[in-house]
C-alpha cells in the first residue's frame, strides 16, 4: 500500500484509540428548574381553591328563593377555557382575611403586560398585599403547574370616580386594569395571546362571554363557563345586557369577545361583567349580566395603563363621558 494511502486510514485508528481510551462523553447538565417566588408559596394550591369570590352574593344561597330564569333562558356550558383567560386571586382583608377571586384577561398592549378586570375587582386588588394573575387556572393544581403559570400583579389601575358595587352612573365605569410582572415563561401576553381592547358602536352584539364561578354547591371544580350570547342595552345605563344561566359568584371581570381566533390566540374585548350593582340585577340572579360600553373613559384608563401614570396624575385628569 501507498503510504500516502495509509495515512489517513491511521488517523483515524489513532482518533479511534483516543475515544475509547476517554470514555462516553459526559451527561449533559439537568435543565435548571427555577426556584418557586414569594407568591408562588404564598397561593397554595389550597389556599386558591378556598378563595371567595368578590362577587359572592350572585348564587345560588342556601336557602335560595330567587326567581327561576324564564322558559328558554341559555345556560352557559363548562369549557376548557381560552388560553389568555383566568383567575385574579388576592388575599381578602376587605372579606375578614379570606382570600378572593375575579375573572380576567390579557389585553393586547405595547407593555404585553396588561390584564382587564371589573372595577370593584381592581379595588381589592389595589388594597391586597398578595396578588396573581393565573390564565387558565386549574382547581387543585398548584401555582407551578398552572398552564401558563402565575404571573403577579405589579399595579392595578381604576377609575376614580368608580364606586364599589354602586347602582346609579358611575357603575358604568366598573372596569379596571393590571400591569403583571413576567413569570419564567416571560410577558403574559408572549405566554398566553391576548384580546384586543376595542370600543364598541352600539349594544348590540353576537358576544362569548366567559367566567370562573366558583360556587361550592354548582361548581366545585371552579372551570370556565362559556356562553355564546347576543347583546342588548341596560336601559338607562351606558352598559351591555346579556341572559346565560350558570354566571354565579366567581364571574366578575369574565370578558366579553368578538370576533375570536383560536388559531391565532386574538380576538377583540368588548365589556366585561361588571356595572350596575357589581354586574348584576337587584336579586343578583346568575342568568343575567351587565358589562359596561366602553368609551372615552374606558379608553383613557386603558392609556393609563399602558404608560403607567401615576395614580395622583390619574385623579387630577379630567375623564369625559
Known amino acids: 500500500m501507498h503510504p500516502r494511502r495509509s495515512l489517513p486510514r491511521a488517523i483515524a485508528i489513532a482518533l479511534c484509540a483516543l475515544t475509547l481510551a476517554a470514555g462516553p462523553a459526559p451527561a449533559p447538565p439537568p435543565p435548571r428548574v427555577p426556584k ?12 386558591m381553591a378556598d378563595a371567595l369570590p368578590a362577587d359572592s352574593a350572585r348564587g345560588p344561597a342556601p336557602s335560595d328563593v ?5 322558559r328558554g333562558t341559555r345556560k352557559g356550558q363548562y369549557v376548557d377555557g381560552l388560553p389568555m383567560v383566568g383567575t385574579f386571586f388576592y388575599d381578602g382583608r376587605p372579606l375578614g382575611g379570606r382570600a378572593t377571586s375575579c375573572t380576567g384577561s390579557i389585553v393586547h398592549s405595547a407593555t404585553r403586560d396588561l390584564a382587564l378586570t371589573a372595577g370593584h375587582c381592581g379595588n381589592g386588588l389595589k388594597r391586597a ?13 398548584t401555582a407551578e403547574a398552572q398552564p401558563s403559570g402565575v404571573f403577579e400583579v405589579a399595579r392595578v389601575f381604576v377609575d376614580p370616580r368608580y364606586r364599589q358595587n354602586s347602582k346609579k352612573a358611575v357603575s358604568d365605569l366598573d372596569f379596571a386594569f393590571a400591569r403583571l410582572v413576567p413569570n419564567s415563561g416571560g410577558e403574559a401576553e408572549d405566554v398566553t395571546g391576548a384580546l ?3 370600543r364598541p358602536s352600539g349594544y348590540r352584539h353576537s358576544a362569548t362571554v366567559i367566567g370562573y364561578p366558583s360556587s361550592e354547591s354548582v361548581n366545585k ?6 356562553c355564546d350570547v347576543t347583546t342588548s342595552r341596560l336601559t ?13 359568584g366567581g364571574v366578575s371581570g369574565g370578558p366579553w369577545i368578538t370576533g375570536y381566533n383560536a ?9 366585561n361583567i361588571g356595572g350596575y350593582n357589581g354586574g348584576g340585577n337587584d336579586q343578583n340572579v346568575d342568568w343575567i349580566s351587565y358589562s359596561p360600553l366602553y368609551g372615552v373613559d374606558a379608553q383613557a384608563l ?5 404608560a403607567g401614570t401615576a395614580d395622583a396624575d390619574i385623579k387630577r385628569r379630567p375623564y369625559r363621558r
Open 302 to 306: 386603558y392609556d393609563d395603563a399602558v
Open 221 to 226: 371544580q371552579h372551570r370556565a363557563l362559556r
Open 129 to 141: 398585599t398578595h396578588r396573581i394573575f393565573v390564565p387558565r387556572y386549574r382547581h387543585g393544581a
Open 236 to 248: 338607562g345605563f351606558r352598559q351591555m345586557r346579556m341572559t346565560c344561566a350558570g354566571f354565579y
Open 66 to 70: 330567587r326567581a327561576d330564569p324564564p
Open 196 to 198: 384586543t381592547f376595542t
Open 263 to 271: 388559531t391565532t390566540r386574538t380576538g377583540r374585548i368588548i365589556g
Open 36 to 47: 418557586p417566588t414569594a407568591e408562588e408559596r404564598y397561593w397554595t394550591a389550597d389556599r
